[in-house]
């Protein structure tokens, strides 16, 4: 019997050691595959980045992504919005064709459900960790206002396929101003139990209107006049958080720390990582180290600060050896807004800079400025040097480019407005999306091609009401615009009506999944 287990166990030697070959030789497959982060802004303009014109603040860490990457002079979000931008991402579905895609409030159930397939599926059912940090925007939660803040929340981030996340459940204008940690508020405090509610106010909790007196970090100029926090007004009701109530001038580093953290966990395998910053969105309140780093007063020094966060993340990937083989597609959600609730001389501090670039409008509007984006993608093992692409692309596209990227094994039905569009993200060819879509604030529909644009007639005012000097976009009349002419000043529907009425139908089989896309 000793015999016969000496003589089997050397049998089986051979085949043991083909079997760790094999192993080894899986995991440096494993390894081979591309990391993939996604760094996306918070009401970047196409014209806030030293690479993109900005005069008036340098922004070094992007420049050098650009430096050694792709960088696109016609790509654009979904909507003019980041509710709307953040789901269609996420899920390569339009968001207007979903109820319930509008800027969440901060207690909105998840608004992605756990049954849709999402770009976190996509990466986790190919082999990757997954994680999200900073903002997210899009709900928590089986429904709108019945959260628990003080107990694991039901349904999260994990129902979609990240492995971990470390996020702010809406906006930093909106409560509650607290981090959330993997479906439980980070650093909780029993001794201050939360309570948010976006209908009325807690007894005897201060508000930014009836005390102005305790908005000591920033003053609101319009809205953002309910709960107090950290001394600046909110969208919003919130009572309780004690030690868990965030810092806005941390919230930069507090985000970027734990992704920081999540490469070091995960240098040994793939991973993709969905890295929404709030910077800068409102209230903007960057650390004061970034102080007095722009000529721009507070809105300037937070796109420092942003470009900071760039830096610290992509020196992470060098000092562990993964920069070669990391894709990094750096975006924004939706055009710039200058004014957008807070005494921040946002708007005095420009000094001839144009957030938006060339284009007209801003965030919320009709008009290009609403989506027109920057987008910068890096992958040095694959793109050797600087490359400026004006190929028109859209974010809609990017989970099948990154699907087809990973070789990912899509379900049927998944991601069902999303087309590949790799070797244009990638800068091996510039070939145009035939045509992409636009929404603004107020369901406004666009379609553009790479020469024309048309925008669906609308019965809304032609500037924005509650606040910032934006125009809409809004017209009565159908709206064509020559596109070699990004001003879009002139309407040329009654000149070329054969051309109006091709958009038109584009738009009209998009809607009801008709056209062919090739």
């Known amino acids: 019997m000793k015999r016969t287990c000496l003589t089997l166990t050397a049998a089986l030697a051979p085949m043991a050691f083909q079997c760790a070959l094999a192993a080894d030789a899986q995991s440096k497959k494993s390894n081979d595959k591309p990391n993939v982060i996604i760094i996306y ?31 696109f002079t016609n790509a654009h979000a979904i909507a003019s919005t980041s509710t709307p931008s953040r789901y269609s991402l996420l899920t390569g579905e339009y968001a207007w064709r979903k109820p319930g895609t509008d800027i969440a409030a901060g207690n909105a159930g998840m608004i992605i459900r756990p049954e849709q397939y999402t770009m976190a599926d996509m990466f986790k059912n190919s082999g990757y960790a997954t994680a999200a940090f900073g903002k997210w925007h899009l709900g928590l939660g089986d429904k709108d206002g019945e959260q628990d803040w003080n107990a694991p929340l039901p349904a999260g981030l994990a129902d979609l396929g990240f492995d971990y996340h470390y996020i702010m459940a809406a906006t930093a204008d909106r409560v509650p101003c607290v981090f959330i940690e993997n479906g439980f508020v980070a650093n909780y405090d029993e001794s201050a139990p939360i309570e948010v509610s976006y209908k009325k106010n807690f007894p005897g909790e201060p508000t930014g209107k009836n005390n102005p007196e305790l908005l000591y ?42 992704a920081i953290s999540f490469i070091e ?19 903007r309140f960057p650390h004061e180290r970034f102080r007095g780093k722009s000529s721009m007063g507070l809105r300037g020094d937070a796109i420092v600060q942003f470009d900071w966060t760039v830096g610290q993340l992509t020196k992470t990937l060098e000092r562990l050896g993964l920069a070669d083989n990391t894709v990094i597609i750096l975006s924004s959600d939706n055009g710039p807004v200058v004014d957008d609730g807070y005494v921040d001389r946002a708007e005095e501090l420009l000094n ?45 596209d990017w989970m099948a480019s990154l699907g087809e990227l990973i070789n990912a094994r899509m379900p049927k039905g998944s991601a069902p407005d999303s087309h590949s569009h790799l070797s244009t993200l990638l800068g091996e060819d510039t070939n145009d999306c035939p045509w992409i879509v636009e929404m603004a604030a107020n369901h406004v529909l666009s379609i553009r091609t790479k020469d024309w644009k048309y925008i669906e007639p609308n019965d809304g005012g032609p500037m924005i009401t509650w606040g910032p000097k934006i125009e809409t976009g809004n017209c009565s009349i159908p709206q064509l615009y020559e596109m070699n002419k990004v001003t879009e000043r002139e309407n040329v529907s009654a000149k070329y009506p054969e051309k109006l009425f091709e958009l038109q139908t584009m738009l009209r089989k998009v809607k009801n999944r008709t056209i062919k896309e090739f």
């Open 41 to 71: 802004a918070d009401d970047l303009g196409y014209g806030d980045l030293q690479c993109y014109g900005a005069k008036n603040v340098k922004t070094p860490n992007v420049d050098r992504l650009a430096a050694h990457g792709v960088r």
């Open 217 to 258: 970090n920033l003053k609101s100029s319009h809205g953002h006049d309910m709960s107090i926090v950290n001394g600046i007004g909110r969208i919003g009701y919130m009572k309780g958080g004690g030690k868990a109530l965030w810092k806005d001038e941390n919230i930069a580093d507090s985000i970027t720390t734990h």
């Open 265 to 283: 966990q995960h240098q040994h395998e793939p991973f993709f990582m969905y890295f929404a910053t709030n910077d800068v969105h409102v209230p």
């Open 352 to 396: 001839g800079h144009k957030p938006a670039g060339p284009w007209r409008g801003n965030k919320y509007s009709a008009f290009e400025g609403g989506t027109a984006v920057p987008a910068i993608v890096s992958w040095p093992a694959k793109i050797k040097k600087s490359k400026e692409s004006d190929a028109l692309i859209s974010q809609i």
